[in-house]
């Protein structure tokens, strides 16, 4: 447990320094950086180190990796190797190839919503790197309020704000510019983004929902989504009166009948996911093999159809002990969450059938 005068580094941004206030009850920590500034952060984004300089209040020695001097002489080259941290590889998913961003607001005392401050997060929900600028603004003076570059697939947290600065976050402006680091990709466009958050919200409790990137309440923000909404008023404020009224009063060409295609619902694909209808015997395999053959099924299935939006397919699981339906349902949730998916028919499938709907 992190006390009074111990010295922490963070772990959701960069920096750290000596703790000068301790609040249990929110589990809340007051760090004093080297520049004199008091820092509240939850004891849980927090990591304790060693020593300190007590005039600069800096790390006296390096806590990520060892010198040349603290390796041994006879250390060979091999074990001078393994000091270095190792960096851990990205990795991307499919669906991350589309750009998507977030910023995310915690309440810290959710059940005093009235005088609580808040906790700011930048969610990156894709497989590009972020340069981001988040600028707040009131009476017209603007500053950056937080700014840096956010790996792929991660969540940061930007800053806290307090109630009397919320007022300063009702208009916002967001820069971001994706890349991606020593491989070749398809260039983004740069993401600059007026926001107007509505700061009544901050005081209603409906507010802040479960969502699937935290496990706690949240308000989120699409970052891009906004953008695009932007993007779809100026062409709304960019159309004349005159071009308005012309498009009233054209006339539809009577010399061509209209045409009308009506819609064609596709038919529903079923796909018998038991693995007696998957292969002809069984001998040799192990529980863990069946279900990987059964999961291969699943996602070639989805391959083929990826591309047909609206089609309809009902995999066939079967009750059992459920490991079939659990593994198809997480997998439905993480790689293919932009599908819809819900239970088959009862009366057609029982319980043993779940329907998805590609999106």
């Given amino acids: 447990m992190i006390k009074k005068g111990d010295t922490v580094r963070f772990l959701n941004a960069v920096g750290g320094g000596l703790?000068?206030?301790v609040d249990e009850a929110k589990k809340m920590l007051y760090v004093e950086d080297a520049d004199g500034f008091e820092i509240p952060v939850f004891e849980r984004e927090c990591v304790m180190v060693g020593e300190v300089n007590k005039d600069t209040n800096?790390?006296?020695?390096?806590f990520k990796t060892k010198s040349v001097s603290e390796v041994a002489p006879s250390a060979s080259v091999a074990n001078l190797k393994q000091e270095v941290r190792i960096v851990e590889p990205i990795v991307e998913t499919p669906e991350g190839e589309t750009l998507k961003a977030l910023l995310a607001f915690f309440p810290i005392d959710i059940k005093q919503l009235q005088t609580t401050a808040y906790d700011c997060y930048l969610v990156n929900d894709?497989?590009?790197?972020?340069?981001?600028?988040?600028?707040n603004g009131e009476n017209g003076v603007w500053k950056s309020a937080a700014s840096g570059i956010i790996e792929p697939n991660m969540q940061e947290e930007l800053t806290s704000i307090t109630k009397e600065q919320l007022n300063a976050w009702e208009n916002l402006?967001?820069?971001i510019i994706p890349f991606?680091?020593?491989?070749n990709y398809t260039p983004q466009n740069v993401l600059d983004v007026q926001l107007k958050l509505n700061t009544v919200k901050f005081y209603k409790l409906h507010s802040f929902t479960d969502n699937e990137y935290f496990d706690e309440p949240c308000m989120l923000i699409d970052i891009v989504a906004a953008k695009e909404k932007e993007v779809e008023n100026q062409k709304m404020a960019d159309i004349s009166p005159e071009d308005i009224k012309q498009a009233m009063f054209q006339k539809e060409d009577a010399g061509r009948p209209r045409i009308i295609k009506r819609p064609q619902v596709?038919?529903?694909?079923?796909?018998?996911?038991?693995?007696?209808?998957?292969?002809?015997?069984?001998?040799g395999l192990s529980n863990a093999a069946m279900l990987q053959c059964q999961l291969d099924k699943f996602h070639e299935v989805l391959k083929e159809n990826k591309n047909r939006k609206g089609q309809k397919i009902v995999f066939i699981h079967g009750k059992g002990e459920g490991v079939l339906r659990k593994e198809i349902e997480k997998l439905l949730k993480t790689r293919y969450k932009t599908y819809?998916?819900?239970?088959?028919s009862f009366r057609?499938?029982?319980f043993g059938a779940t329907m998805v709907t590609i999106k």
């Fill in 126 to 135: 894709s497989n590009y790197y972020l340069y981001y600028n988040v600028i």
């Fill in 173 to 175: 402006r967001v820069q």
């Fill in 348 to 350: 057609e499938y029982g």
């Fill in 266 to 283: 596709a038919e529903v694909i079923q796909v018998d996911l038991h693995i007696n209808e998957l292969l002809d015997t069984t001998s």
């Fill in 19 to 21: 703790v000068v206030r």
């Fill in 180 to 183: 991606k680091q020593g491989k």
């Fill in 340 to 344: 819809y998916f819900q239970d088959a």
């Fill in 58 to 62: 800096f790390k006296v020695k390096d």
